[in-house]
């Protein structure tokens, strides 16, 4: 098994739609940070040390055939070197509406993290150090998140090769997706879930 299709959108973007999408058309099992907070044992020393330098992608991605969300975004240069011929996609959707979503969610959670339980602690620090990786450090507003938000999409268009990259918002629904995979428009709706009540939910392990 080899990763085909890396999502390079970060969280807040409809990462956890695209996941369910994916996995519905047959490209899955699709990796997504809610892997990680599920196999925190495995998963979270094995991002810690991708984040130190020292990825070991096999092992990060053994028995899955994609992956979206963070901590993948954070690693876009560095996945494209390791999967030359993968697809990728890059989930987007209006800069000030993320911010507000992000900034909401798990820029909160990642600010507050001293406050975690101690399971908590080592999976908020390595989501802590990937998302300001990819161009989000703590302390920034919401016009600092705007423009690195920005930056972000840019710098993946800039990167991966345009035969290669899907720019896409899942309010597009199936139809932009099935094409860039090559697969058939399924008969049922497209997967939209994870609003913000869902997503402290899942953070909760409620879901």
Same mark, same amino acid.
């Given at each position: 098994?080899?990763?085909?299709?890396?999502?390079?959108?970060?969280?807040?973007?409809?990462?956890?739609?695209?996941?369910?999408?994916?996995?519905?058309?047959?490209?899955?099992?699709?990796?997504?940070? *809610?892997?990680?907070?599920?196999?925190?044992?495995?998963?979270?020393?094995?991002?810690?040390?991708?984040?130190?330098?020292?990825?070991?992608?096999?092992?990060?991605?053994?028995?899955?055939?994609s992956?979206?969300?963070?901590?993948?975004? +954070?690693?876009?240069?560095?996945?494209?070197?390791?999967?030359p011929?993968?697809?990728?996609?890059?989930?987007h959707?209006?800069?000030?509406?993320?911010?507000?979503?992000? +900034?909401?969610?798990?820029?909160?959670?990642?600010? *507050?993290?001293?406050?975690?339980?101690? *399971?908590?602690?080592?999976?908020? *620090?390595?989501?802590?150090?990937?998302?300001?990786?990819?161009?989000?450090?703590?302390?920034?507003?919401?016009?600092?998140?705007?423009?690195?938000?920005?930056?972000?999409?840019?710098?993946?268009?800039?990167?991966?090769?345009?035969?290669?990259?899907?720019?896409?918002?899942?309010?597009? +629904?199936?139809?932009?997706l099935?094409?860039?995979?090559?697969?058939?428009?399924?008969?049922?709706?497209?997967?939209?879930?994870?609003?913000?009540?869902?997503?402290w939910d899942?953070?909760?392990?409620?879901?």
């Amino acid at each position: 098994m080899t990763i085909s299709v890396i999502g390079t959108g970060v969280g807040r973007t409809g990462t956890y739609s695209l996941k369910l999408a994916i996995n519905q058309l047959g490209a899955g099992p699709c990796h997504h940070m *809610e892997e990680v907070l599920h196999k925190m044992p495995v998963q979270v020393p094995l991002w810690s040390a991708a984040l130190g330098g020292q990825p070991d992608w096999q092992k990060i991605y053994s028995g899955y055939l994609s992956a979206v969300d963070w901590p993948t975004a +954070g690693f876009f240069r560095e996945l494209l070197k390791a999967y030359p011929t993968a697809r990728f996609i890059l989930t987007h959707r209006s800069p000030e509406s993320w911010a507000d979503s992000f +900034g909401s969610t798990i820029f909160k959670l990642i600010s *507050e993290r001293d406050q975690a339980p101690p *399971e908590m602690k080592e999976w908020l *620090e390595m989501a802590a150090g990937v998302i300001a990786k990819t161009g989000f450090p703590e302390g920034l507003d919401r016009d600092g998140l705007i423009k690195a938000f920005n930056a972000h999409n840019e710098a993946v268009k800039n990167t991966i090769p345009a035969k290669q990259l899907l720019v896409y918002e899942v309010k597009e +629904g199936w139809g932009p997706l099935c094409k860039f995979l090559g697969k058939p428009i399924p008969s049922e709706p497209f997967p939209r879930t994870n609003d913000r009540a869902e997503f402290w939910d899942r953070v909760a392990g409620k879901i």
